[in-house]
Each structure stands twice: as C-alpha cells, then as structure tokens.
C-alpha cells in the first residue's frame, strides 16, 4: 500500500497563492493515478484535480478550472496542487489520494487517502 502526507496548507489572503505538497511512501508511486478533493465544514467532498501516472494528463473539476493546476514530480514520489487567486469559498480541508487502477477522475475508486491540510482563506 501506500501512505500520503499532505502539506502546505494555511492562511492565505484572498487573492493569494498557496501550493499544496502530497508526498507519497511505500510502493511505488509512478503505478498511482492521483486526486485532490476537498471538503468545507458542513459540505461534502469534491473533486479538485487529478492527474495520470505519468503526469500527462489531467482533470479539473469546472468550476477550477484556470486557478488549480495539478502536477506530480514522480521522482519525488510528489503530487502537487498549486491554487491561485484563492477566494474565501475554497476555504477547506484539502486531502490528496492514490488510486490504484491509474485513474484519476471524480467518480472513480481512490484506495489511499491522506489526512489533509487545512487551507483558510481570510476575506
């Protein structure tokens, strides 16, 4: 199996920057398609990003799009999500996850999930 280890989350101005570090261990992480979601107090869990084993692909969910870019550097065993011009609505608990078929869609199985990190955005 594999563990993730999500970092770089915090406080943030709206309109400011953050990128989001998801460090991975165990077996080898090029075989993992990988996704961010997210989850705000009182809401469910979206989908943020994913992006294919080999990095060349990737998804976003529409309403992300042009502000989420995801990107992995499978050297570093590391998937990332870098958000810009952050708004007070993107304020949440940001969790990365593995998923085994390669995958990396909403609808699909994730088998690993990582504890997150918080991102505050302040108005």
């Known amino acids: 199996q594999v563990q993730l280890v999500e970092s770089g989350g915090g406080l943030v101005q709206a309109g400011g920057s953050l990128r989001l570090s998801c460090a991975a261990s165990?077996?080898?992480?090029?075989?993992?398609?990988m996704g961010w979601f997210r989850q705000a107090p009182g809401k469910e869990r979206e989908f943020v990003a994913g992006?294919?084993?080999?990095?060349?692909?990737?998804y976003y969910a529409d309403s992300l799009k042009g502000r989420f870019t995801v990107s992995r550097d499978n050297a570093r065993n590391t998937v990332y999500l870098q958000s810009n011009s952050l708004k007070p609505e993107d304020a949440a608990v940001y969790y990365c996850?593995?998923?085994?078929?390669?995958?990396?869609?909403?609808?699909?199985?994730?088998?690993?999930w990582g504890q997150g990190t918080q991102v505050t955005v302040s108005s």
């Open positions: 165990g077996r080898t992480f090029s075989n993992y398609g």
């Open positions: 996850a593995a998923s085994t078929s390669g995958g990396f869609y909403p609808v699909i199985r994730y088998d690993y």
């Open positions: 992006i294919s084993r080999s990095g060349n692909s990737t």
